[in-house]
């Protein structure tokens, strides 16, 4: 049986802020990449970290994706929706779009859809297909 993992795990795991919290997440992770414990979360759960990592600890939008690649290849860590977000992380650390729009982006793109809605933004990225919604017909 896998556990499903929240923000506060990853977080504590990355930040080391909290010592004795911080040892436990790193031997639970430890656990996990050994195969001894299955782990599992979603993507809104890494949305949540990657927004405590830009609001509260500041940290650069690099660093931020350089963690989140860390969280993508664990070992026996499964992410739904993983191979979108792994996309996702790579369109954030390239580009001004936050997670959720760069996450929003790598879903419609994979399924091969238009993506309605009417920020602009999405015109500038390479490959999207973004319509208003009086375009569909």
């Not at 790193?26 to 970290?49: N, S, Y």
């Not at 939008?61 to 290849?73: G, T």
């Not at 009417?118 to 990225?125: H, M, N, Q, S, T």
Request: a negative charge; proline letters at 3%; hydrophobic letters at 45%.
């Amino acid at each position: 049986m896998a556990h499903f993992l929240d923000a506060n795990i990853f977080l504590r795991f990355l930040t080391g802020d909290d010592r004795f919290k911080a040892a436990a997440c790193r031997d639970l992770i430890r656990k996990t990449v050994d195969g001894e414990v299955e782990l599992e979360t979603h993507p809104l759960i890494l949305a949540e970290v990657v927004w405590v990592l830009e609001s509260y600890y500041k940290l650069p939008r690099m660093q931020i994706a350089e963690k989140l690649d860390l969280i993508l290849n664990t070992p026996n860590l499964t992410i739904a929706d993983g191979n979108a977000f792994s996309e996702a992380v790579e369109l954030y650390s390239q580009s001004a779009l936050d997670l959720a729009d760069c996450f929003v982006v790598a879903l419609a793109t994979r399924a091969g859809s238009a993506l309605i809605s009417y920020d602009a933004g999405f015109d500038r990225l390479h490959g999207v297909v973004r319509k208003e919604p009086e375009d569909i017909r």
